[in-house]
Every structure is written in structure tokens, then in C-alpha cells.
Nanobody, 116 residues
């Protein structure tokens, strides 16, 4: 059974930082392009950052460019998201999944709340 487990979320003040991690079962991460998705309350889940299988190319939503950095470690089957200069609008549940996403791969996500 494929499993992706996200961690690292929490409550942080505006301007703060968090680092999210995603661990995958088997070789799901090392064999796929991966992404981090965010679902804010009452909104659809959106892709905020993506990275190719080899890690040579990354893409970001305009709203997070220059503040978020996605990275991966294929040997450890993990993908991370470094989030700096956090804003209240970054609040939501963050999920990792392949790109394009697979419905069976969604995990429970990790909650990020940016508030003073």
C-alpha cells in the first residue's frame, strides 16, 4: 500500500519559517516528480511547489515564489518544503503527492497556521 506521510506543520507568526517533510513508502518518491499542495479552509487544493524526479527543475505558484523552496532526497525517499517569510494566506493543510497527483496517494497532510 502506497503511503505518503507529511510532517512539520504548526503555528507560526507572520514572517516566521517552517520546514515540511514528506516520507514515502517504497520508491514512490524516488520514481516520480513530486509536489506540495495546499488546501486552505473553504478552498480547493492547489499545487504550490513541484520538483522533477531528478531534482533539476522546480516550479512554484506565484504566491510563494522567492519564499518557498522544494527539495528532495531520493536515497531517503523524502521530499521537503522550506517555507520562509510566512504570511497568513499561507495557512492551510499541506499535502505531498506525485505530479500529476494520484487519488490513492493522498495522506492526512500537515496543518500550517500563520497567525499573530
Amino acid at each position: 500500500q502506497v503511503q505518503l506521510v507529511e510532517s512539520g506543520g504548526g503555528l507560526v507568526q507572520p514572517g516566521g519559517s517552517l520546514r515540511l517533510s514528506c516520507a514515502g513508502s517504497g520508491s514512490i518518491i524516488s520514481r516520480n516528480a513530486m509536489g506540495w499542495f495546499r488546501q486552505a479552509p473553504g478552498e480547493q487544493r492547489i499545487l504550490v511547489a513541484a520538483i522533477t524526479m531528478g531534482g533539476d527543475t522546480t516550479n512554484y505558484a506565484d504566491s510563494v515564489k522567492g519564499r518557498f523552496t522544494i527539495s528532495r532526497d531520493n536515497a531517503k525517499n523524502t521530499v521537503s518544503l522550506q517555507m520562509n517569510s510566512l504570511k497568513p494566506e499561507d495557512t492551510g493543510v499541506y499535502y505531498c503527492n506525485t505530479v500529476p497527483w494520484m487519488v490513492d496517494y493522498w495522506g492526512k497532510g500537515t496543518q500550517v497556521t500563520v497567525s499573530s
